[in-house]
């Protein structure tokens, strides 16, 4: 079985979100399982110059607006899957990242440099590719990609199977209706039954409305989509492609997220050796100038500070934590004002309070070995992968009731303790009442050593690998294929 994964970011090569670890971490897991998975990706400067043994292979010709492209191939650094890379100076050779320029503006050309590369991935997958290799099924992602299965649609010939994974429903692509006819689409792919979205031409609603298949990043989030709370507006569109519409659960790299081997850690430990957590909890202390307290429980918080993450409601209670004797860990960046907020609290809160505004990969590692809970009290989740870094850290995660923190986190409640199915803390409304209850009831687990070791050691026994997940992408493409 032959699959591209056309999408517009890939870790190691560039990421600015969870898509970038899914479709890394999907293409390897694939070729596991005996698929030839490849991945399609622009030619952004990270990318060329991460990207081994790149050499070109492919000049692509009647590309809308462009003209022509160049196909480079190559190699993931790290894991050896196979890389098609867009080159196209103009378009990708960029300082700033994927998205937006260094002032964090959108490009304003963004609709031009995805659709060639939606473009691009509809001739690989088409009748028409001058390349030997031809995939069975080619596996957009979000926006970026959703125009591929619009274009197949209207090429009118024998073509790949499409699928659709969606991982956040609320950035769209939206953009002003010229774009259709412009990007090569006819006119008449421009009405409800098409690419027209409340008078725009959206990206993401011609994936959704001609792939074959659409895969969302969690069960529960596939059902709340179709909901007029989570649904974004195509909730009514979504509904009607419910028969093709699955919900599959990322898994985590084992590999980057392993406190047994994790080489940012003072101490590796394991499901066995749990007790030498301890170490980096003290180190983590030491390191963000936090007093050096084994018994105090330290919250911690690595994310975007933006709305959806919720993170609202701990500034609203933190204060109260603190005097109740937590200490709060907290690495992040985005809202401004959620960035001010922070940082007072900080000051206000020397030594029980550490915030950090930026992203660092050792620091991520260690406050997810060195925290005793972690806190997600998002508002909405499509799948969020914090949470399963915590449970394989032995780090219990506190969580709201959403999307993929539903399906991957269950409630210490009486029933499942005793089941072993316990993993950590839910919530159900996004209010700061609900969230501060949920947290006490942590902390008040936290200082029941045994029933705290038992939570941390049902955490560690889940199975968060990317094996389990490519099995059910498998069972989707297989559909398809028969």
């Not at 790149?54 to 590309?63: A, G, H, S, T, W």
Request: glycine share 8%; proline share 6%; net charge negative.
């Amino acid at each position: 079985m032959r699959i591209l994964i056309a999408t517009s970011e890939a870790y190691p090569l560039i990421k600015t979100g969870g898509l970038a670890d899914v479709s890394g971490s999907l293409a390897d897991a694939l070729r596991k399982q005996a698929v030839d998975a490849r991945i399609l990706i622009p030619g952004y400067p990270q990318v060329l110059a991460k990207t081994k043994d790149l050499e070109p292979i492919q000049r692509l010709d009647f590309i809308p607006q462009v003209g022509s492209v160049t196909l480079l191939q190559g190699t993931m650094p790290d894991r050896g899957t196979p890389v098609y890379v867009l080159d196209h100076p103009y378009l990708y050779r960029r300082e700033g990242g994927p998205y937006q320029d260094m002032m964090g503006r959108d490009w304003a050309d963004n609709p031009l440099r995805f659709g060639v590369l939606s473009h691009v991935a509809a001739v690989m997958s088409s009748g028409h590719s001058p390349l030997e290799w031809k995939p069975d099924i080619v596996h957009c992602n979000d926006w970026q990609t959703g125009l591929t299965p619009a274009i197949l649609h209207y090429f009118g010939t024998s073509r790949a199977k499409t699928v659709l994974g969606i991982h956040n429903l609320a950035y769209q692509g939206n953009f002003a209706p010229e774009w259709v006819t412009l990007l090569g689409l006819p006119p008449h792919s421009y009405q409800i039954e098409g690419v027209e979205y409340y008078g725009q031409m959206s990206f993401l609603k011609a994936g959704v409305y001609y792939a074959d298949a659409i895969i969302t990043v969690s069960p529960t989030y596939a059902k709340e989509i179709q909901t007029d709370e989570y649904g974004c507006g195509m909730q009514g569109l979504l509904k009607t492609r419910a028969r093709v519409l699955r919900g599959i659960l990322n898994g985590i790299d084992t590999r980057e997220w392993n406190p047994a081997i994790d080489p940012y850690l003072v101490r590796n430990y394991d499901i066995d050796r749990i007790g030498d957590k301890q170490a980096n909890k003290e180190a983590l202390q030491l390191r963000l100038d936090l007093d050096v307290d084994p018994h105090a429980p330290l919250l911690a918080v690595v994310s975007r500070l933006a709305y959806q993450k919720g993170l609202d409601l701990l500034l609203a209670c933190a204060s109260t934590l603190v005097h109740e004797g937590a200490q709060i860990v907290l690495l992040g960046s985005g809202d401004p004002a959620l960035e001010f907020g922070f940082n007072q609290l900080h000051k206000a809160h020397p030594g029980r309070v550490s915030v950090t505004i930026g992203y660092s990969e050792s620091l991520s590692h260690q406050i997810m070995a060195g925290s005793d809970i972690f806190l997600m009290p998002s508002r909405f989740e499509p799948c969020g992968l914090n949470q399963m870094y915590g449970l394989a850290y032995g780090t219990p995660p506190v969580v709201r009731r959403t999307g993929g923190l539903a399906d991957s986190v269950h409630d210490a409640c009486e029933t499942n303790l005793e089941s072993g199915k316990a993993t950590g803390f839910v919530f159900e409304h996004a209010n700061e009442a609900e969230f501060l209850t949920c947290i006490r009831r942590a902390v008040g687990t936290f200082e029941d050593k045994k029933t705290w070791r038992k939570l941390q050691t049902n955490g560690m026994r889940q199975d968060l690998s990317w094996t389990r997940s490519a099995k059910e992408y498998l069972e989707v493409y297989r559909s398809l294929l028969q």
